[in-house]
Nanobody, 116 residues
Framework: QVHLVESGGGLVQAGGSLRLSCAAS????????MGWYRQAPGKQRELVAR???????NYADSVKGRFTISEDHANRTVYLHMNSLKPEDTAVYYC??????????WGQGTQVTVSA
């Protein structure tokens, strides 16, 4: 199991930027993929961005061109760089580690609120 701790959320005006961090308790080498998900009130949790162990990335259509996922293996941290934020980006953002056959792990989430 990998313990994940998110940070970097907060309140920002529309058009602003934030960088979310996800610190893992163990090496993220060997993990199939790391991802960022979000859940807005009354909505289902959705994938925002994902990066595989090979470095391939994919993004939700709603964030393409605005968000970037990256990872720092030395510091066991995954980042989500969010630019040009919109009010509809408001949600709790969760980090996820996909360990394939061994399951997956979630962080506790960090709140992002974008004001109009």
């Amino acid at each position: 199991q990998v313990h994940l701790v998110e940070s970097g959320g907060g309140l920002v005006q529309a058009g602003g930027s934030l960088r979310l961090s996800c610190a893992a308790s163990a090496s993220i080498f060997g993990i199939n993929a790391m991802g960022w998900y979000r859940q807005a009130p009354g909505k289902q949790r959705e994938l925002v961005a994902r990066i595989t162990s090979g470095g391939s990335t994919n993004y939700a259509d709603s964030v393409k061109g605005r968000f970037t996922i990256s990872e720092d293996h030395a510091n066991r941290t995954v980042y989500l760089h969010m630019n040009s934020l919109k009010p509809e980006d408001t949600a709790v953002y969760y980090c996820h580690a996909d360990r394939g056959y061994y399951g997956g792990d979630w962080g506790q989430g960090t709140q992002v609120t974008v004001s109009a």
